[in-house]
DNA sequence: CCTACCGATCGGTAGG
DNA sequence: CCTACCGATCGGTAGG
């Protein structure tokens, strides 16, 4: 599935109930949900199968292996969000404008996602099989801190720590998939205000 | 061990060669190592003995059981952040200054450390045998959450969800712990960078 | 999607 | 701090 297909499949997922759910999209909601809570080695696979219904080894009509079902799920975090801030990295408008909309765009989607992907640290990426994730999760990061060395370099931005900066946009993620995944439904108005709270920590003026 | 003896003991820590640590404290480090990178269920006990240069079964001479391990290396980080914030927040000061005088203190703290606590996520309360932690964490949360709702109702900060703002104290605590063990030492020029980041980012003025 | 089962690895104990 | 070993659980396969 391209990235596009990705982004219309959780539009998809959201207008149904979970009970109408593939087995294979039921799977991936609680393999996420149970490695969230239990990390990836503390999830077995007969846990995830019990939550969904089923027994493990029929875990395996559905994907490969288990690391299969982490990079389904990786494709929803990490493709998706590197996909969109290399475009946006790219524009030439100033590196304020860009950031606002990025986190924009990247706090909805996560607001809006039917996965819980909190568990998906980026230590998981040394597990055997997710590496082409360590690629994408460096581009999203340089992406992200080009655009805010552009921002320091143009006198927009105060000289904060880009890895401080990447580390606040990715805990503000995990905090609005925590907000959704707990039926808190999160308003295009708390979006905006950490947005907000974002540029306004970088800004000089 | 009290609080002000932990303090004490990473000070007599961070002054002797690891070379020269007690079994004990090398053990407590290479713990947390490879907690932080493979997960609490990800990370045996052969992998920690074998770091530590023994065998398997002589890491129970030093921990009654693996959980023990995590419960000493808990206290570094949720017991003695709690007891410090609570003190700070009964202050009558401004919520600003309180925050400021907390988040230096917290970001020096974590900077200084000498374990990586990064693998001592908030989902590792739920593990049998951690649940005193869960009650410190969340009086920690709670003390951060009242500085910050002073401050909004005082008319100094922005109406930013408290748990936006405590998502991100926490990730910048990560940060400050993995300058520190990758042999990048975090000048007190940056951490101050880092708290003002997030007082500009909820301050009105 | 099931039952039955595999070798590997897990945390922990016995005994020196 | 070691060797030898325990029952439980792990991810995955065979075969229907």
Redesign the pocket.
Known sequence: MSTDDLIAHVEQLRSTPVAEWS?RDRILREAARLIATKGY?G?????I?SAV??????L???F????AIVVELMRYDTSVATARIVNIARDDAPASDRLLRYLLWDFTWYARMPFDLRGLKEELHEEPGLEQFAREHATWTASLTSIIRDGVASGEFHDVDPSVVVAVVISICWEMIRSATDDRPVSAKRRRDAADFVLRGLSRS
Not at 53 to 58: A, K, L, Y
Request: aromatic fraction near 4%; hydrophobic fraction near 25%; charged fraction near 25%.
């Open positions: 087995t080695h999830a077995s696979t007969r846990d199968a219904g089923i027994r493990q080894p029929s395996f009509n559905h490969d292996s288990k690391v």
